[in-house]
């Protein structure tokens, strides 16, 4: 744990002395001394220069050595596989698109896995976005890949190439990300939807805390109820199906007007993010006007577009430090 702070301290500062790190994270000195002492013996941090002096000697400045780990962050779409490589700073130092494996299984999934661990010997981390509901590592929920249905990522990863795995649902992932663009407030409440391209899903964080639920499923909202008889991906198909253009936007701001509507009376959030490729501002006018008309316009949230892609890859690139940060 000692170590796990000092870390942090070092990547959120980029150079620090020790009294700076024992003043930030409340460690004796001794303890901070002897601990940086040991993790420059290691290879683990770098001695880079001198600070400022208070009087009488200039005291040692300390950062992370960027070569001591990497991690890799991959995000599975169905047409491709995204690949950066990071080292221990958190700087992406190789991004790469391969050929997508959703549709094809495990086996390319692994294989291309394996050409970065050659590249990178002292790659210790793998975190892994993908389009489905996630419990502990394994996909229960993947509609449209059967053959990563059931797919334990993390059991399977951690034993075949040692390294430490964490899985994340695609939403869940770029609700993280933009959380952390807007600066990790933890009275924040957000849900971050997207219709995409494997149906509609949607991040959701409350009081800072993303929302997973008790089976995982939270985010699922294709099957959230809406009108009739109908769900919200059945409207949305519906809307799309449409050959008036006018009819076809009408329909679809309807139905996430209605989805608006169903988040504010739950989880009541500060903010509802689209992505900016999916709907303009015009049409969260028209979405905030349609939904005043469910409930008082007083409640609901603010509703923002947002690069979906930007804060996907984002999302994934601080989970990677931050588990590089805790690892053994």
């Not at 290691?42 to 040692?60: C, F, K, Q």
């Not at 999934?109 to 509901?133: D, H």
């Not at 059967?146 to 390294?163: C, D, I, M, T, W």
């Given at each position: ?33 002897k601990t940086i002492d040991e993790m420059q013996d290691a290879g683990e941090v770098l001695l880079v220069g001198l600070g400022i002096s208070s009087g009488g000697r200039r005291p040692s400045t300390y950062k992370l050595s960027p070569t001591y780990m990497t991690g890799l962050a991959v995000c599975l779409e169905k047409d491709f596989s995204s690949y950066l ?244």
């Amino acid at each position: 744990m000692i170590r796990q702070h000092i870390r942090a301290t070092l990547y959120q500062e980029k150079e620090s002395t020790k009294v700076e790190i024992a003043q930030s994270t409340g460690i004796s000195f001794p303890t901070i001394s002897k601990t940086i002492d040991e993790m420059q013996d290691a290879g683990e941090v770098l001695l880079v220069g001198l600070g400022i002096s208070s009087g009488g000697r200039r005291p040692s400045t300390y950062k992370l050595s960027p070569t001591y780990m990497t991690g890799l962050a991959v995000c599975l779409e169905k047409d491709f596989s995204s690949y950066l490589v990071l080292d221990y700073e958190g700087e992406i130092i190789r991004r790469e698109i391969l050929p997508g494996v959703l549709q094809v299984g495990p086996e390319l999934l692994t294989e291309q896995i394996g050409t970065f661990l050659a590249l990178y010997p002292n790659l210790r981390v793998l975190t892994l976005g993908v389009p489905g509901a996630v419990n502990n590592g394994c996909t229960f929920h993947i509609p449209g890949y059967e053959r990563f249905k059931n797919f334990n990522f993390k059991a399977f990863y951690e034993e075949r190439f040692s390294l430490r795995v964490q899985v994340e649902n695609d939403m869940n992932a770029t609700v993280i990300g933009y959380y952390d663009h807007v600066g990790n407030d933890d009275s924040l409440s957000l849900v971050y939807l997207y219709l995409g391209k494997n149906g509609p899903g949607a991040g959701i964080i409350v009081n800072g805390h993303v929302i997973r639920g008790r089976t995982f499923f939270s985010g699922e909202v294709s099957y959230v109820p809406l009108s009739g008889n109908q769900n919200f991906v059945q409207l949305l198909d519906d809307a799309f199906a449409t050959q008036d253009i006018n009819e076809s936007r009408l329909r679809l701001v309807e139905a996430i007007s209605r989805l608006v509507v169903a988040f504010t009376a739950t989880i009541n959030p500060h903010s509802v993010i689209f992505c900016n490729s999916e709907l303009t501002h015009n049409d969260l006018v028209q979405i905030r006007h349609k939904s005043a008309s469910f409930v008082p316009e007083e409640n609901l949230p603010d509703l923002i577009v947002s690069d979906w892609q930007q804060d996907y890859f984002h999302g994934l690139h601080q989970m990677t430090v931050r588990n590089m940060l805790v690892v053994n």
